[in-house]
């Protein structure tokens, strides 16, 4: 086995054992010049939902589904005031409030399929969630960000099927929030005016310590993980 060949193998072996838990990323070839040409971000207000299953059945944690999204906002703010950018908080008003859910709306989907972009080919046109230069001109910047993200909980005496699981919530965020070890999946991606998303990480795991959407600290540290590889 040559040397390189060796360390792929290490590394496959690494992200096994680590169980997935370190993001994974998508990028255009030309990301870090067109974000270098990006002033002002404007930020989403980001979809976050944690889910609570116990023998009564399935509850959506509002309150806390809330905080983890205002902590959220909060980690990436100053992520990116700190890396140079100014940034604004996407408030909806009347007139622009049924293009920001339909946005959102296809943001989510575009997360959701965003793994096979990870290794792109040729025929594969990039990821685009459709102009948004006239919500760009309206709040007056260059990129957005989006995040959606979402857990689900297990109460320790619980007893349930996975049927369950995949019924409450499979339906909305896909089959691999199992209940026996809980699932934490987010996504977050920078997005042009023009729509195209040229950057982007994805998170799906068991649910940490260490980061989680339950606690405002756990909340930026896996905020921050997720924007660790952001070209700056």
Not at 7 to 21: K, N
Not at 147 to 174: I, P, R
Request: hydrophobic residues 45%; aromatic residues 10%.
């Amino acid at each position: 086995m040559t040397s390189r060949a060796f360390r792929f193998f290490l590394i496959a072996i690494a992200l096994v054992f680590a169980g997935g838990c370190a993001p994974a990323h998508f990028s255009t070839h030309d990301a870090t010049a067109r974000i270098g040409s990006v002033k002002t971000i404007g930020i989403i207000q980001p979809d976050i939902k944690v889910f609570q299953l116990s023998d009564d059945g399935v509850v959506l944690m509002k309150e806390l589904s809330e905080r983890a999204a205002k902590s959220s906002i909060e980690e990436m703010t100053a992520f990116f005031k700190g890396s140079g950018f100014k940034v604004k908080l996407i408030e909806p008003n009347l007139k622009t409030m049924k293009e920001l859910q339909e946005v959102r709306a296809l943001s989510k989907a575009v997360h959701k399929n965003l793994r096979e972009f990870w290794n792109p080919v040729d025929n594969i046109p990039p990821p685009t969630l459709g102009t948004l230069e006239a919500l760009a001109d309206l709040y007056g910047v260059e990129a957005f960000m989006f995040m959606d993200g979402f857990e689900v909980h297990k109460e320790e005496k619980a007893v349930f099927s996975k049927k369950l699981a995949t019924l409450a919530v499979g339906t909305l965020y896909g089959p691999s929030a199992l209940p026996k070890q809980g699932r934490s999946k987010s996504c977050v991606s920078f997005v042009e005016a023009n729509g195209g998303v040229i950057w982007a990480s994805y998170r799906d795991a068991p649910i940490s310590l260490d980061e989680n959407f339950k606690d405002r600290e756990n909340t930026k540290r896996l905020v921050r993980g997720l924007l660790s590889r952001f070209p700056r």
